[in-house]
């Protein structure tokens, strides 16, 4: 779908979000079979490069290459709505405007070009020129199918039609015409495939439905009870859900449709390759893009690569045809819209980037060889995307260098995090023989490795990127040490937004000034807060202030007690909070709540915060001016690629990674500036939340101006200290502050009891 109907796709997808939550190799040259010609289903999110199922430093010939062919210019001016296959021939649905109607055509690719082939009875459906329009194809022998989706009469209905030769005949079901009684909408489907047996089977955002190819009837239907993703593919006889949840995911396999007796195939990973270890998580959690042949055998392809799965055995594995950081699946800022394998072996992936479509080919090359000679291990805790993108973008620009990313956590991983267990783990890797070349060490001792000598110098990678004004100074800068080395750079950053109204920015801009700011005020700016909230909210802004030396600094500690008891006083100390009773932050900003704070990570990642600041006439401020590092980068110091493992942070900070909204402002200049004028118009997203009378309310995301998009730029470039963690300071307070909050303890006797709390622990 074209960027022109971003706004109303990414409503519709936080509404299938909504819905869901509430449901709570080496490949040969083979014959790759016939593939079906509907629902080759794309996949969104195709993000990094997996973990350690890559490409190895070995020359043997033979290998899947990925090329880029040129899109029809016979389309120039049309959009492609769906690519798939009929009759072993790749082909093309598109559809543009004309005459305030909706057009559609079908195009086959013909050797080295493309054909039209567009059957008369397309020319028989009268659509609207609408905006945003739902359209899918599917055939089987039993006939040609189209659902459309568009807006009529202020609701989104969907209309379901049968060719025949030149005339075309609805057969939608009478069932999609009524309300949903809870959502009072209609029913709206994503997907739809064709089987032999004469059936449909259809995929909406509430449910799975097998229809009559004949007239459309409701055979069987059910109630959504996991999320799919990536429509529906057939291969005649059985039909293929694809469902992603947290790190990994499945494939259910319904035989003619049917639910019952379905069975489900695990997504390929691309794990156990060389250095793989169990503590680690190899593998990704992006969507899978499928296509299925005739013979039941599959091809996925994954941010680890693409895959194939022989016919009739399911319970078999899947064999890796190419990594995924050798192709573009392994670009996070690619979103596979369609996929699909020809029997010769070729396989095709049409992609969108930046609104932009892009048309891979994927064949076995018996003479290409691998150019891998060394192999860097990149060690982080969590998974990451812009990671990802970056070895991948780099080993394109360096195909003898492969980064190889293992990570510990993935990207979706909802438990608390054993930090103090990663610590111990990576502590014994990089001291012994098993050490990775690359470290990123977020939420880690990082000063601990730099003491040990365990850590390379940065300075000369990173200083000339600062006097050339290629990053940001006031970000990297504060990690030269006093020795004037630095061991550690932030590729990505983010700050703690303080949001309110009724207050100026100056007054919320630091502790010291809300505190004197709410020791004036007759209103309860914030919302009550328990210990342990309040801590977590305003620790980690002085607890590098509170310790000098290897002893807590009293005097320090003093003050800061002082601030959070006035801030206390005015919000009210609760004992604890009930699972209804939600700490729900901005989102209370809109209801009796004057202020909050909001953690947030890149332009795109800052427009509900905006658009909530907008609607309550608000203002907003960096807290304490300190930034949230993110994707902390070192070197190890015993690695044998220590001048590519340079190169390679180099090329991290470059505007070719940085140039990514990604869960972060960027580090390069360049590139702050480049997102911060991105035009945004298109996007919008809309979320239910509470008011001040106690109904529920859309909250719309809309894009804010460039003024403020300057405005957030500013506030980026006027950061100068990195927020700091501490999980024994933490503790210690949160075990201490109560009885001082709620009066029962003196200033004097908390500082104390802090004190001999943390005193073993400072000493070491």
């Known amino acids: 779908m074209d960027r022109k109907n971003g706004r109303r796709w990414l409503a519709a997808l936080l509404t299938a979000a909504v819905l869901a939550g509430a449901l709570s190799g080496c490949g040969k040259g083979e014959s790759a079979g016939d593939s079906r010609a509907e629902g080759n289903g794309g996949t969104g999110g195709n993000e990094g490069t997996g973990g350690n199922g890559g490409s190895q430093a070995e020359q043997s010939k033979g290998r899947y290459v990925e090329n880029q062919e040129p899109l029809p210019a016979e389309l120039d001016g049309w959009d492609i709505i769906q690519m798939y296959t009929a009759e072993d021939k790749l082909r093309f649905l598109a559809s543009k405007q004309e005459n305030g109607k909706t057009v559609l055509s079908e195009w086959e690719k013909q050797g080295d070009s493309y054909a039209e082939v567009t059957p008369g009875w397309f020319a028989s459906i009268e659509l609207p020129a609408e905006e945003w329009m739902e359209i899918g194809l599917a055939r089987s022998g039993g006939g040609e199918y189209l659902y459309t989706g568009y807006t009529e009469e202020d609701a989104f209905k969907t209309h379901l039609w049968k060719g025949e030769g030149d005339a075309v005949r609805e057969i939608t079901p009478g069932e999609w015409n009524v309300q949903n009684e809870e959502t009072g909408s209609y029913e709206m489907v994503t997907g739809m495939a064709a089987l032999d047996n004469g059936t449909l089977m259809t995929l909406s955002y509430t449910g799975v439905a097998l229809l009559s190819g004949e007239d459309g009837s409701i055979l069987e239907h059910e109630q959504m009870t996991a999320f799919y993703e990536g429509g529906i593919v057939t291969d005649g006889t059985n039909a293929y859900l694809c469902s992603s949840e947290g790190s990994g995911g499945q494939i259910e396999v319904r035989k003619d449709g049917r639910k019952d007796g379905a069975a489900t195939i695990p997504y390929p990973t691309g794990e156990g390759g060389e250095g793989a270890d169990a503590m680690f998580a190899v593998g990704g959690t992006g969507s899978l893009a499928l296509s299925a042949l005739k013979d039941g055998t599959l091809i996925g392809a994954c941010e ?195 949001m309110g ?150 090329f991290a900070l470059s505007q070719q990674v940085q140039d990514t909204d990604s869960n972060g402002f960027p580090v390069n200049s360049a590139s702050l500036e480049k997102l911060a004028v991105k035009d945004r118009s298109d996007y919008s997203a809309v979320v239910s939340i509470g008011t001040d009378i106690g109904d529920g309310m859309m909250f719309e995301s809309k894009p804010y101006s460039q003024e403020t998009a300057q405005k957030l730029c500013a506030m980026c470039k006027a950061l100068d200290r990195p927020v700091k963690e501490d999980a024994k300071i933490r503790e210690v307070l949160i075990e201490c502050l109560g009885p001082y909050l709620e009066g029962s303890r003196s200033r004097e006797d908390t500082v104390q009891k802090i004190e001999d709390g943390l005193k073993m622990y400072l000493a070491e």
């Open 304 to 498: 680890n690569g693409i895959f194939r799965l022989a016919g009739g055995n399911p319970e078999g594995q899947w064999e890796q045809l190419a990594s995924g950081i050798e192709t573009d699946f392994g670009m996070s800022e690619y979103y596979c819209t369609d996929f699909a394998a020809l029997e010769d072996g070729s396989i095709y992936a049409l992609f969108l980037a930046d609104g932009e479509k892009k048309l891979n080919r994927y064949e076995y090359d018996p003479e290409a060889v691998s150019e891998v000679k060394e192999v860097l291990r990149l060690y982080t805790v969590y998974e990451n995307t812009l990671l990802k993108q970056a070895a991948t973008l780099y080993h394109k620009a360096h195909p003898e260098v492969l980064i190889d990313i293992q990570y510990v956590y993935p990207m979706y991983h909802y438990e608390i995090p054993d930090y103090e267990a990663v610590y111990q783990e990576l502590n014994t890797r990089l001291m012994g023989s098993d050490a990775p070349d690359i470290v990123v060490m977020d939420h880690l001792n990082m000063d601990s490795y730099s003491d040990k000598g365990l850590l390379a110098d940065l300075d000369d990678v990173v200083k000339p990127l600062e006097e050339s004004g290629e990053v940001l100074a006031n970000i990297t800068g504060v990690y030269v040490r006093e020795d004037g080395k630095r061991y550690v750079v932030p590729l990505q950053f983010g700050f703690n937004m303080a």
């Open 501 to 650: 109204r009724d207050i100026a920015p100056e007054n919320m801009s630091s502790i010291q000034a809300l505190s004197e700011f709410l020791a004036q005020a007759d209103y309860n700016y914030l919302q009550p807060q328990t210990v342990a909230e309040l801590v977590d909210t305003f620790y980690p802004y002085f607890c590098d202030e509170i310790v000098s030396g290897k002893q807590l600094d009293r005097e320090a500690m003093g003050r800061y007690l002082e601030y959070l008891k006035t801030i206390g006083d005015s919000c009210g100390i609760i004992a604890s909070r009930s699972e209804e009773d939600v700490l729900s932050g901005m989102w209370n900003l809109a209801a009796e709540t004057k202020l909050a704070f909001q953690e947030v990570g890149g332009f795109d990642d800052c427009m509900f915060p905006m658009s909530m600041v907008e609607y309550i006439k608000g203002d907003c401020a960096a807290f304490e001016n300190r930034f949230l590092p993110s994707m902390q980068m070192g070197i190890c110091s015993k690695s044998q690629y220590i001048d590519t493992a340079k190169d390679f942070l180099q």
